[in-house]
């Protein structure tokens, strides 16, 4: 007997570690915030994850210029934020990246001459198959800084590009599940709806929603980006012009002229639609034929 | 010759029965793989971020295999006592610097062959492309460069009392050299004379290892480099070798070895 009393104590020990395991597991996720953090990556880094995020999300834009991409050293000289990520080509924001780009300058002496020969030195994008190396860098950062909306808005523009508007939208709905008042991610969602979905009222509500929380965020002094609010009037402007609400639409095209850098094409169709609206007006004579 | 093989050839045994290679190995390879299995948006076309990933890891790992190994030659060998018969051989010091730096840099010619053929293995099978001879050409320039290494931590390894000390500081000066090596020359401009000119000293000074990270070249699959620059640049590479390791002889042939 007296041998089998350390077995048993251990027995019992290891009962009383299991129940009380089964007691407190539920509650021990009440006990902190970490307990109830949702990956590895918080529970490891905590808020430093930021850091990282940023990182990765530079090297997105990184993968995007194939390599060709300024230091620390030349970016007094280079492009700034990331709007060249989601930037057509002809649109303003591209041409400014496109001179701001050209950061190497001539060579100063015959070291740096020569260490070109081993670095890469064209200013290139990622086009047609090569589109889509920039999204695994932009999901690392939205993992570790789930707050960036950036990195949402980009990872869709790529994903839409690619035909993969699932995809979007459910990374996208992930974004907003994360920052419920970003209008820049509504006015994704809204794109989504409108140029993929082909649905309209949904695109509408995005688009109301986003002008919305871009109000909010003003009046609370966030200083939200005028540009944004800019392609969020002209997109619901064009939408209310489709399904025939002119007023609607150029009240929201009177809205982005405020924020528009270049007003006189707003202004433009304003008076376009205006005259749209005397001719469809009850008490507007017929066109002469 | 045949004395410097033989040295070299102790270098690469050790190398072999020591755990560090493979440690690193198995730590890339696993890291690789499991970041490769990864699905970004059931997307399988994705390859770049496993190539820059494997690329990193493999270079971190050839630059910590070639520092430790050579930063503990010469000291083993003094704290050993080994050095003794050895030089009694005999053996002469110039010999015992040459014979070290051949194995470390065969050592390390070896562990970059096994690491460079899983990158081609992972890379090639994923891409569906085999640019072989890109993946040469940065195979040589990242080894020209560990023989400069190699040549530094030789010398290092016999002005710094402990081998950590060693290892340490060639790690920073490495590393140092690595991230702003290229940059020096615009961090000199922007100061007054004559710090300038020191900086600017400096910058003509130091080797250059940043030429022989081509990583971005293989990652972005842009064209070949020049053979005639690659041969310079091993020409520059073996030079800046020669010039540490007469310096390490130099030092080394008035150096008493008892403890």
């Known amino acids: 007997m007296k041998r089998l009393v350390p077995y048993l104590i251990l027995g019992l020990l290891a009962v009383g570690c299991f129940s009380l395991a089964t007691v ?6 009440g006990w902190s915030r970490r307990a109830q953090a949702d990956n590895i990556l918080k529970v490891l880094l905590g808020d430093g994850r930021r850091l990282f995020a940023n990182h990765f999300f530079i090297q997105a834009d990184v993968s995007f210029h194939s390599g060709y991409y300024p230091s620390i050293f030349d970016q007094a000289r280079a492009a700034q934020g990331s709007r060249h990520l989601t930037a057509e080509e002809g649109d303003p924001a591209h041409e400014e990246h496109e001179k701001s780009m050209d950061f190497l300058g001539p060579p100063r002496d015959w070291i740096e001459r020569f260490g070109r020969h081993f670095m890469v030195t064209d200013h290139t994008h990622l086009h047609g198959d090569t589109e889509s190396e920039i999204l695994p860098w932009l999901k690392i950062s939205a ?14 523009y790529w994903l839409r590009k690619l035909n993969k508007a699932s995809e979007a939208e459910e990374f996208l709905r992930e974004g907003l599940r994360n920052n419920p008042n970003s209008h820049e991610i509504l006015f994704e969602l809204g794109r989504l709806c409108a140029e993929y979905h082909h649905d309209p009222a949904r695109a509408r509500k995005m ?22 609010l800019d392609q969020l009037a002209v997109h619901l402007a064009r939408l209310e012009e489709q399904e025939g609400n002119l007023a609607r639409a150029i009240e929201l095209l009177q809205l982005a002229i405020k924020a528009t850098p270049h007003p006189e094409a707003l202004q433009r169709q304003i008076e376009e ?9 009850p008490g507007a004579s017929p066109p002469a034929h | 010759m045949n004395t410097i093989f033989a040295l070299a050839n102790v270098v690469i045994k050790e190398l072999c029965r020591r755990k560090d290679f493979y440690v690193l190995f198995v730590l890339t390879a696993v890291l690789t793989l499991l970041l490769g299995s990864v699905s970004f948006f059931q997307d399988i076309k994705v390859v770049r971020y496993v190539k820059e990933i494997a690329l990193l890891l493999i270079w971190i790992s050839a630059l910590v295999i070639a520092i430790a190994t050579t930063a503990r030659q010469l000291p083993a060998e003094r704290e050993h006592r080994t050095i003794f018969p050895l030089l009694a051989k005999p053996v002469t010091r110039g010999q015992v610097i040459l014979g070290k730096f051949v194995g470390c840099w065969l050592a390390c010619g070896l562990a970059l062959v096994v690491f460079y053929l899983f990158f081609g293995v992972v890379s090639g099978s994923r891409e569906h492309s085999w640019p072989v001879l890109n993946w040469l050409q940065a195979f040589w320039l990242q080894w020209s460069m560990l023989g400069i290494v190699v040549a530094l931590v030789l010398l290092g390894s016999i002005v710094f009392a402990a081998p950590s000390s060693n290892a340490t500081i060639c790690f920073i000066l490495v590393l140092g050299i690595l991230l702003l090596g290229r940059h020096l020359n615009q961090v000199a401009l922007q100061q007054p004379e004559p710090l300038r000119s020191v900086v600017y000293g400096l910058y003509f000074f130091i080797p250059h290892l940043e030429w022989y990270d081509v990583r971005d070249l293989i990652i972005y699959d842009h064209q070949l480099i020049g053979w005639g620059d690659c041969a310079l640049a091993s020409l520059y590479a073996g030079v800046y070798a020669a010039l540490l390791l007469f310096g390490a002889w130099l030092l080394f042939r008035r150096k008493p070895l008892h403890l």
């Open chain 1, 273 to 281: 639609l205006e005259q749209r609206r005397a001719a469809h007006s």
């Open chain 1, 143 to 156: 993992e570790l800084d789930p707050q960036k909306v950036e990195t949402y808005t980009v990872a869709a």
């Open chain 1, 24 to 29: 407190l597991q539920a509650r021990a996720y």
């Open chain 1, 207 to 228: 688009w109301e929603l986003g002008l919305r929380k871009w109000a909010d965020q003003e009046a609370a002094g966030q200083k939200p980006e005028l540009f944004h």
